[in-house]
């Protein structure tokens, strides 16, 4: 069982000046997080970047004026329950809102542990029809929630019923279970997403020290039945804000055949400011990541634009136009420039 706000102040891990504060955003925002991680963390840093993603905190109480309720607009862009389709080639399907730990960050924090957390099998169904119905649809991303929380014969019936849509192209699983619960990732898991088309893992990873023996060896299992699994990380202050730890992450994914996909800026979700950093420092962190590490290891910066209108990449640019040559400045990893000749074509 997950460890609750109660188990978390009856464990020590809440300061005790600091447990009614914490009581207040349990009331109001899900907790959990799985003994896998409360194993991980260092209870004498009081900035420990483990607790700091699944402790309730205080802060998370104080909503700021930017801030919203639906930072992505999920809401804005479901047609039917249980979908979010905002791009027209693919769509998120949400089959439940349960996930086995509660990221303090969580974009879809309104939501997450709350009821009904399972899209009931009428609403699952009218999802499959919407799917069928429309032939542009590629890809479907399974979210939540968490998918991999469901028991091996649900998800196998998820699997083979988008399997059995003939447009679809791509099944993807979001998920964090391998690395913060990896003992659900069974045999009967693995087995469960066999499918004939292709089938990709997307795990969410924000610190090296999250990349144990148990979730190396969970991704294992998903690499060893040929699913291409990939990363994505959000940006966080105090946990991963730094080059060299972002580096360290990056790293270790790759070490398991992981490829690093996004790394996120995170989202204007009510009561996360303290996690926010600035998009400039961000971009400084990429920039530092560029030089050091081999692309296997650089994730694509993105922000989610307020209210739904999509991601898009904000790294820094290394080219740049200039009015005063003919052709382009293009910056190299030390941040030295260097000309680079117009297109004889254009
Ligand atoms: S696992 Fe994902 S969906 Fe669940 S709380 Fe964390 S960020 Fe949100």
């Known amino acids: 069982m997950p460890l609750d706000a109660e188990d978390m102040i009856d464990q020590g891990l809440v300061a005790p000046e600091r447990i009614d504060e914490i009581r207040r955003v349990a009331r109001q925002y899900s907790v959990a997080m799985t003994k ?39 809401d804005r862009w479901s047609p039917v329950p249980g979908i979010v389709h ?27 542990g709350k009821t009904p957390a399972m899209l009931q099998p009428e609403a699952l169904a009218r999802a499959y029809d919407y799917i069928r119905q429309r032939p542009e649809i590629w890809e479907v991303i399974v979210t939540g929630g968490d998918p991999f929380i469901l028991g091996a014969r649900r998800l196998a019936d998820i699997v083979q019923t988008l399997d059995a849509i003939p447009h679809l192209g791509v099944i993807r699983f979001h998920t964090r279970v391998p690395i913060v619960d990896p003992a659900r990732v069974t045999a009967w898991l693995v087995a469960a997403l066999s499918a004939e088309k292709a089938l990709w893992v997307v795990v969410h990873a924000n610190h090296p020290r999250e990349l144990t023996t148990a979730a190396k060896e ?129």
């Open 36 to 74: 896998d991680m409360t194993g991980l963390i260092d209870t004498a840093d009081p900035n420990d970047p483990i607790a700091a993603q699944f402790v309730p905190n205080g802060t998370e109480l104080v909503t700021t004026a930017e801030e919203l309720a639906d930072p992505i607009g999920d």
């Open 218 to 346: 969970a991704v294992a299992r998903l690499v060893r039945a040929g699913i291409p699994v990939l990363s994505q990380t959000v940006l966080l202050r105090g946990i991963n804000d730094d080059t060299a730890v972002l580096e360290t992450l990056f790293r270790g994914l790759v070490a398991m055949r992981v490829k690093p996909y996004y790394l996120h800026h995170a989202d204007l979700a009510r009561g996360t400011a303290h996690f926010r950093i600035g998009i400039a420092s961000g971009q400084r962190l990429v920039a530092g990541l560029r030089g050091g590490v081999s692309g296997l290891c650089q994730p694509t910066y993105v922000l989610d634009i307020p209210g739904g209108y999509g991601k898009v990449p904000i790294a820094p640019n290394a080219i740049r136009a200039d009015e005063h040559v003919d052709g382009w400045i293009v910056k190299d990893s030390t941040g030295v420039e260097h000309a680079y000749p117009p297109d004889p074509n254009s």
């Open 86 to 112: 905002r791009y027209p080639d693919r769509l998120l399907l949400k089959p439940t809102l349960l996930c086995p730990v509660y990221c303090r960050f969580c974009f879809r924090r309104e939501a997450v």
